[in-house]
């Protein structure tokens, strides 16, 4: 079955006319040929998913970041790396599952991965908390990362997270601790660093994993200060004001990149990144591959500081 | 992430002062830099036009404790660091207030102090409410940085105030901590950040949530050098201000009652439609449970910082006579 976001019911109507004039072909005892409608309805269909697709706006691109089928972090891990192998546990308190890691191989480059993950049922929710971590994922993830920079090995972070998990226990064991430590250890490490938004970017829980010398993006993840919910509630006091709130918050990905917050976005298929999963794990391979050589060959001390002034330059203010 | 916490009193929002006594009343003077003359030195501005004490006469000689809700003399209150006589409830202080509060009168040299927000995202009302909180607070963004000297110590200090804004943290904000970090790491100063926020600033989007990578960045370069930094979480001090510079200091102090969290109690109850344990996110909850260093009474504030500095600073000084 498929699934329809609301600002596709075009399409949905579209192809539910089309299934059941395929249908009654089919069944119907008159020896009649419908492929002419049915062509003429397969290009509606068609027109009308570029002419939805061409156009989204922020809110639209929100929706499709949290598509229930949109590929998670384990599926491009699985389609982008051969050999990855999980890894667990920050060794303090438990293994959060809303993150994962682990050694992989990008073709003959070794590297580390980390990711947010999120649950593609009920139960695998549960799970995973939704993608939100806790305190032990982010620590999880800065004992990968830190055991990938002892042993020089380049790091992958996925980020696809709502935020970090607003929860009592999370705020017992510090989550925002456990956040801001990622950010000034991260910093820190002398391995290429390449962070990619491929769902949602929420927040603190996604900048947690995300301090690299390379952001990239794919076309329809956003990545915000605060979700639109949020903001509008904060401020307009208002779910009515939703879509106002994306659109305010300049959270795609060409805004973002023409903000210079992002340095990359990698595109997907018409309809959104579920609907060839193969294409856009590749387009994401070939990006990591171009960018992680390029990394390689620059200097430790080169990719620290350049790091360093990527960040130090993120900023807008007027003096006097 | 920029979820403001409840006021805990309205009455709370309305108080305003500008002086400490025994830091008697003078705004700090601007004294020249003992090394070369610096460019980002800026000299502090005058003092606001009017704004706060034409606002303590319209509020009244009066102001109720939000905490024990007995009626304190607003001028007690003041001659008592804002700290109330009844139930040691500390009332939020302005950024000049607890500048004066911990550096030695006289000492202060204001860096950054022209440094204003520009609407980047085109965001609605962000313009307004620039203006309308540089108005009301006579500050130009939510954050005072320069260096001074507490007791036997030259420091770099930033010090937030609520009363802009929420001490929402922006680029501004971000970009002052930032250069006053780095102006301590390039005088080998330690660094003390006195925090209160609701977060990060919504109206400046993405911009507003990498300060948070920045001045960590900036605080992971500075201990390179081995210097201290201290946090001072004040009430209330929150979400993406706690998830960076405020919680990865050598030392995390809080004042008491200081309400300090990451995500609001009302999302959080929201979330997990669960009680929330009694003084959830007070200073006392996190000291409990082994996430800060220790609660200090303002009362004893800038002596105690003072004293963890002889210890955090005895190395680089023995250092420096060897050499």
């Known amino acids: 079955m498929k699934y329809y976001l609301e600002f596709e019911k075009p399409v949905a109507e579209l192809q539910r006319k089309l299934e059941e004039l395929k249908r009654h072909e089919e069944t119907s005892s008159l020896a009649i040929s419908f492929q002419e409608e049915i062509a003429l309805i397969e290009k509606k269909i068609q027109e009308t998913r570029e002419q939805i697709f061409s156009n989204l706006n922020a809110h639209q691109r929100v929706q499709l970041a949290r598509h229930p089928k949109r590929p998670y972090t384990l599926d491009y891990i699985h389609h982008i790396f051969s050999d990855f192998s999980e890894l667990h546990g920050d060794r303090l308190f438990g293994d959060d599952r809303a993150m994962v890691g682990g050694f992989a191989s990008l073709d003959d480059q070794k590297v580390m991965v980390v990711g947010t993950q999120k649950g593609r049922d009920t139960k695998e929710n549960i799970m995973r908390n939704f993608g939100s971590a806790h305190p032990e994922g982010y620590r999880k993830a800065l004992r990968l990362m830190k055991m990938a920079d002892k042993f020089s090995l380049p790091i992958v972070a996925f980020i696809d997270t709502a935020g970090a998990y607003p929860g009592i226990g999370a705020e017992e064991r510090h989550i925002a601790e456990a956040i801001a430590v990622n950010l000034r250890e991260m910093m820190l490490l002398e391995v290429p660093v390449i962070a990619i938004v491929i769902g949602e970017g929420g927040s603190g829980g996604a900048l947690g994993i995300g301090v690299a010398d390379k952001v990239l993006i794919l076309e329809n993840a956003y990545y915000s200060v605060i979700s639109p919910e949020g903001c509008a509630a904060i401020l307009w006091k208002n779910q009515s004001a939703i879509p106002k709130a994306a659109e305010s918050l300049r959270i795609t990905a060409d805004q973002l990149q023409s903000l210079k917050l992002v340095d990359d976005i990698i595109p997907e298929p018409l309809g959104g990144a579920q609907n060839d999963v193969d294409i856009v794990a590749d387009s994401i391979k070939s990006t990591l591959k171009s960018t992680l050589s390029s990394l390689l060959s620059t200097s430790k001390e080169d990719l620290m500081k350049n790091r360093y002034s990527k960040f130090r330059s993120l900023g807008r203010f007027v003096e006097a | ?323």
Not at chain 2, 65 to 77: A, D, G, M, S, Y
Not at chain 2, 201 to 209: D, I, Q, T, V
Not at chain 2, 220 to 229: I, N, S
Not at chain 2, 287 to 310: F, H, M, N, W
Request: glycine share 8%; aromatic share 6%.
């Open chain 2, 1 to 323: 992430m920029s979820e403001r916490p409840e006021k805990s009193d309205k009455n709370e929002t309305k108080f305003f002062t500008r002086r400490i006594p025994g830091v008697e009343s003078k705004e700090p003077m601007v004294t020249p830099p003992s090394s070369a003359p610096d460019q980002s030195m800026l000299k502090k501005p005058k003092p606001v036009s009017g704004g706060p004490k034409k606002r303590m006469i319209a509020e009244g000689t009066f102001t109720k404790c939000p905490k024990c809700k007995e009626t304190v003399f607003r001028k007690e209150l003041e001659a008592n660091l804002n700290v109330c006589r009844h139930c040691e409830h500390h009332f939020m202080l302005t950024a000049w207030d607890r500048v004066h509060l911990l550096v030695d009168e006289d000492s202060f040299e204001q860096m950054d102090a022209d440094m204003s927000s520009v609407d980047v995202l085109e965001f609605p009302g962000y313009l307004s409410k620039l203006e309308a909180n540089q108005q009301k607070t006579g500050m130009k963004d939510a954050v005072i940085t320069g260096l001074g000297q507490m007791e036997h110590h030259r420091i770099a200090l930033g010090v937030m105030d609520f009363s802009f804004n929420g001490g929402s943290m922006g680029s501004v904000v971000g970009e002052k901590l930032t250069r006053v970090i780095e102006k301590g790491t390039e005088l080998g100063l330690p660094v003390i950040i006195c925090s209160t926020s609701g977060g990060a600033r919504m109206y400046e989007g993405m911009f507003s949530l990498m300060q948070m990578a920045k001045t960590c960045g900036a605080l992971a370069y500075h201990g390179k050098r081995k210097l201290p930094f201290i946090s001072l979480l004040t009430d209330p001090t929150m979400a993406g201000v706690m998830a960076s510079f405020a919680t990865v200091a050598d030392l995390i102090i809080a004042e008491p009652g200081a309400r300090i969290g990451f995500a609001g109690p009302r999302v959080i109850k929201d979330t997990t439609k669960a009680d929330l344990p009694d003084g959830f996110q007070t200073a006392e909850f996190l000291q409990d449970r082994g996430l800060i260093d220790a609660i200090v009474p303002r009362k004893e504030l800038k002596e105690q910082l003072a004293y963890y500095l002889d210890f955090m600073m005895a190395g680089h000084r023995s250092a420096s006579k060897a050499g």
